[in-house]
């Protein structure tokens, strides 16, 4: 089994992958010690990516992601996301890839 951490200010939590619940109005932070994918199962998130970023000027690693889209993560890559919607929680589930 291969653990993926979501943290907050406000809490740190450690599990091994499946459904996470994102609360509104927080963000937790995503680094992955396996590659995998970040799918959004319900809501939309916004996800924000470190830098450095190698896309156009405006590319500031700020995406937004809905149902059903995912998003690929290395190993070690670090990702920060939170519901896009300021009242409603937004979930997503956490594959790694064996």
């Known amino acids: 089994m291969i653990a993926a951490q ?12 499946g459904l996470w619940k994102l609360p509104a ?3 937790y932070s995503l ?11 319900g ?5 924000t990516f470190d830098g450095p970023h190698s896309g156009p000027p405006n590319d500031l690693g700020d995406h937004v992601i809905g149902v059903g889209e995912r998003l690929e993560l290395k190993a070690g890559q670090r990702v920060v996301v939170e519901s ?6 937004a979930y997503v589930t956490w594959n790694p890839v064996s």
Do not use: K, Y
């Open 6 to 17: 979501f943290t907050s200010t406000h809490q740190s939590v450690t599990d091994t992958a």
């Open 25 to 27: 109005g927080r963000a």
């Open 31 to 41: 680094r992955p010690p396996q590659s995998g994918f970040l799918q959004v199962s």
């Open 43 to 47: 809501g939309d998130i916004w996800a």
């Open 84 to 89: 896009w919607h300021t009242r409603a929680p």
